[in-house]
């Protein structure tokens, strides 16, 4: 089992940026794939990122709705996963959640992201 630990969230007006970070703590960080999901109110949780683990070089995904404005990184040194969001919109409020494992099998507790117009 993995433990989650995000942070980094925060009110950001429409355009500006937050990065979001990922501590993790359990089996061996660098070999699991790691995420964002994010979920806002009234709706259903959604994918937002993942970048998978030293299995097979580190490759990134994205959802086409935050494809070239987010950007998922991780440190292996830090057992840490980032999120570096830029050019927010409204649309992006919601909590975000860090998740390890494809499918995803352990969850952090979430941060929220709230973008004002």
């Known amino acids: 089992q993995v433990q989650l630990a995000e942070s980094g969230g925060g009110l950001v007006q429409a355009g500006g940026s937050l990065r979001l970070s990922c501590a993790a703590s359990?089996?061996?960080?660098?070999?699991?794939?790691m995420g964002w999901y994010r979920q806002a109110p009234g709706k259903e949780r959604e994918f937002v990122a993942r970048i998978t683990g030293s299995w097979s070089g580190y490759i990134t995904y994205y959802a086409d709705s935050v494809k070239g404005r987010f950007t998922i990184s991780r440190d292996n040194a830090k057992n840490t996963v980032y999120l570096q969001m830029a050019s927010l919109k409204p649309e992006d409020t919601a909590i975000y959640y860090c998740?390890?494992?494809?499918?995803?099998?352990?969850w952090g507790r979430g941060t929220q992201v709230t973008v004002s117009s």
């Open positions: 359990g089996r061996t960080f660098s070999w699991n794939d």
């Open positions: 998740n390890a494992g494809q499918p995803p099998t352990d």
